[in-house]
């Protein structure tokens, strides 16, 4: 998974801020979802990232996973991430 290449992204304390410098839209997240974007920024794709948080994170595998997979569909959805082939979505 790639962010699209209008999309900035920087870790904070708290966890982290997404810009998309095209239609100006900010995106905050919290230090999971700060762990996600830099797992992201390391190129891993969703089972990989998945797999990754359910082995640093306690928790439930299951909700782990389907928490992820709605955190990754609300960047799609948001145009954050590339199209498959280097686009943005």
Known sequence: MQFAPHVKWRR???GAVVFDTLSEKIYVT???GGA???LMAQGLDAAA??????QDFDGDPAQIETEAAAFLQALQSAGFLAKP????S
């Not at 990232?49 to 359910?54: G, H, N, Y």
């Not at 082939?85 to 943005?88: I, Q």
């Open 85 to 88: 082939g280097g686009g943005a």
């Open 36 to 38: 996600v974007l830099s």
């Open 49 to 54: 990232l998945i797999a990754r948080l359910q």
């Open 30 to 32: 919290n230090a999971i």
């Open 12 to 14: 904070e304390k708290f």
